[in-house]
T-cell receptor, first 115, second 115 residues
Framework: QKEVEQNSGPLSVPEGAIASLNCTYS??????FFWYRQYSGKSPELIMS????GDKEDGRFTAQLNKASQYVSLLIRDSQPSDSATYLC???????????????FGRGTQLTVWP | GAVVSQHPSRVICKSGTSVKIECRSL??????MFWYRQFPKQSLMLMAT?????????EQGVEKDKFLINHASLTLSTLTVTSAHPEDSSFYIC???????????FGPGTRLTVL
């Protein structure tokens, strides 16, 4: 079983719609969860981090965490063509706040937002 | 967010040569940095953890004698790909967490092509 798995893509939504991205992880002891966005040929850029069960909102982005189900999701409201990218779910298996933690990434979900 | 730089951004070399990639944290000190590799259409794979003042920690399956890591100061880590071969061609990305957090910021990446 892979450490981090993401729903298969690609995902295509019209401009203004809600895009839903999902991720599951295998290590129940994981503490920190991240969503990164990666444009083609570029390195990942951080969108959000989440540590506690529930929802965390930042602008058009909402991250959801359910540790019991080992599930993390990202919702993008009012999707824009500029949101078209690959979205990577990452899990830090170290203790929260520990700089010794290492990130394990899913394969990513490619999102296309069409005008 | 914090700024991490990498140099060079792109390198082409002949098979059998060695290539050094630098990773710098520009506005913060990083006792730990991480090196990732990403093949086309695949996710980021953690290669090793670079520790300032001590030996790097390599992930399973990564050859430490082939991928030499030196964390010379609190703002600089280098990755040297020794005796590079075409199968080493990849996108190499470093990251560093800001102090006392587990939020990692990525460098822009180095695209290595071995002929």
């Amino acid at each position: 079983q892979k450490e981090v798995e993401q729903n298969s893509g690609p995902l295509s939504v019209p401009e203004g719609a809600i895009a839903s991205l999902n991720c599951t992880y295998s290590d129940r002891g994981s503490q920190s969860f991240f969503w990164y966005r990666q444009y083609s040929g570029k390195s990942p850029e951080l969108i959000m981090s989440i540590y506690s069960n529930g929802d965390k909102e930042d602008g058009r982005f909402t991250a959801q965490l359910n540790k019991a189900s080992q599930y993390v999701s990202l919702l993008i409201r009012d999707s824009q063509p500029s949101d078209s990218a690959t979205y990577l779910c990452a899990v830090n298996k170290g203790n929260r706040g520990s700089t010794l933690g290492r990130l394990y990434f899913g394969r990513g979900t490619q999102l296309t937002v069409w005008p | 967010g914090a700024v991490v730089s990498q140099h060079p951004s792109r390198v082409i070399c002949k098979s059998g040569t060695s290539v050094k990639i630098e990773c710098r944290s520009l506005d913060f000190q990083a006792t730990t940095m991480f090196w990732y590799r990403q093949f086309p259409k695949q996710s980021l794979m953690l290669m090793a953890t670079s520790n300032e003042g001590s030996k790097a920690t390599y992930e399973q399956g990564v050859e430490k004698d082939k991928f030499l890591i030196n964390h010379a100061s609190l703002t600089l880590s280098t990755l040297t790909v020794t005796s590079a071969h075409p199968e080493d061609s990849s996108f190499y990305i470093c990251s560093a967490p800001t102090p006392n957090t587990d939020t990692q910021y990525f460098g822009p990446g180095t695209r290595l092509t071995v002929l």
